[in-house]
C-alpha cells in the first residue's frame, strides 16, 4: 500500500526511479562531487547529489564526516541520547529471565541475542545502532491472509528463547501486547515492535556489519532478518511452545501476511 502510494506521488511529479542500482564509486574534484557510479547504470553527473539512502553510501564515499553509533546525552544536550541503561521503561526483560541455553548453567553458553559486553553507563556514547526489524503489514480478514505456519529456512526455535521465557514470567495474551499494531486500512495493520524478543533483530555483529558491509554482506543480512521475522510469526502461533499462552496462540493465528500484498 505504501509503495503504490508512494510511486504515484513520483509519476505525478515525473520522476524517474531506478531500483537495484546501488552506488559502486563516487568522482571528486577537489570537495565537489563531479559523478556517482551506480551498479547496472554507471557513471551520473551531476551538479547536486542528495544521499536519501538508508546506509548513507554516498554520503561515506565523498568523504562527509558522520558518526556511526550513539553520541552520548552529554554531546548535544539530549536526555534521551547515548546508552539506555536498565532503568529503561521499555523493552526490558521480566526479572529472572535466565541467558543461559540451559537455565542456570553457563557453560551451556549464551542464548542467541545476549552478549557478555557489559552494559556502559547510561547516557554515555557507543558503537553500536538500532536494531534492524521488518514493518509488518498484517491482516486479520481471513479472505485475504496468509498464514505462516510453516517454519523458514533456517529456523531456529532458539532463536525465541528470550521471549518464551519472558512469557513464561509475564505472559501476555493478544498480540497487540507483543507487538504495536496500527490500523491501515481493509483489515491491515502496520506491525512494529513492543516486547523484548520481539520483530526486533538484537544481533550487534550482523547490524554492524550491515552497515559497514558490500551489498553481498547487506543481502546475507537481510534475509537473517527477514528469516528471524517469519520464524517468530510461525513460533507465536504454530511451534506448539507449552509457553505461549493459549489465548496468544489464538490470537496469533487471526493474523498473517496480506495475500494481495504477497
Not at 520522476?15 to 559523478?35: C, E, W
Not at 526489524?133 to 529456512?153: F, Q
Not at 531456529?156 to 498480540?175: D, F, G, K, Q
Not at 512494529?192 to 559497514?212: A, F, Q, R, W
Amino acid at each position: 500500500i505504501f509503495k503504490a502510494c508512494f510511486q504515484k506521488l513520483l509519476q505525478r511529479a515525473g520522476v524517474r526511479v531506478v531500483f537495484n542500482s546501488p552506488l559502486l564509486s563516487v568522482k571528486k574534484n577537489g570537495t565537489k562531487v563531479q559523478s556517482a557510479t551506480f551498479f547496472g547504470i554507471g557513471p551520473i553527473a551531476a551538479k547536486v547529489f542528495i544521499d536519501c539512502g538508508y546506509e548513507g553510501d554516498l554520503m561515506v564515499q565523498a568523504g562527509c564526516s558522520c558518526t556511526v553509533g550513539r553520541e552520548s546525552s552529554a554531546t548535544y544536550s539530549e536526555a534521551n541520547a547515548g546508552v539506555q541503561g536498565i532503568a529503561a521503561i521499555t523493552n526490558q526483560f521480566a526479572a529472572g529471565v535466565d541467558p543461559y541455553v540451559t537455565p542456570g548453567v553457563p557453560s551451556s553458553g549464551l542464548l542467541p541475542f545476549v552478549t557478555t559486553n557489559a552494559l556502559a553507563a547510561a547516557g554515555s556514547a557507543d558503537g553500536n545502532v538500532q536494531a534492524p526489524c521488518y514493518r509488518l503489514i498484517l491482516t486479520n480478514d481471513a479472505a485475504n491472509k496468509l498464514s505462516v505456519n510453516t517454519p523458514p529456512a533456517n529456523y531456529s526455535a532458539l532463536n525465541y528463547e528470550l521471549l518464551a521465557r519472558h512469557l513464561a514470567i509475564s505472559p501476555v495474551t493478544t498480540m497487540a501486547q507483543v507487538f504495536s499494531p496500527t490500523g491501515v486500512r481493509g483489515n491491515k495493520y502496520d506491525f512494529n515492535n513492543k516486547l523484548p524478543g520481539g520483530l526486533d533483530y538484537v544481533n550487534v555483529t550482523d547490524t554492524l556489519s550491515y552497515i559497514n558491509g558490500d551489498w553481498t554482506t547487506r543481502y546475507t543480512v537481510m534475509e537473517k532478518v527477514k528469516s528471524y521475522t517469519l520464524g517468530l510469526l510461525y513460533w507465536l502461533g504454530y511451534s506448539g511452545d507449552s509457553r505461549i499462552p493459549g489465548a496468544l496462540v489464538t490470537d496469533a493465528r487471526r493474523y498473517g501476511l496480506c495475500k494481495d500484498e504477497y
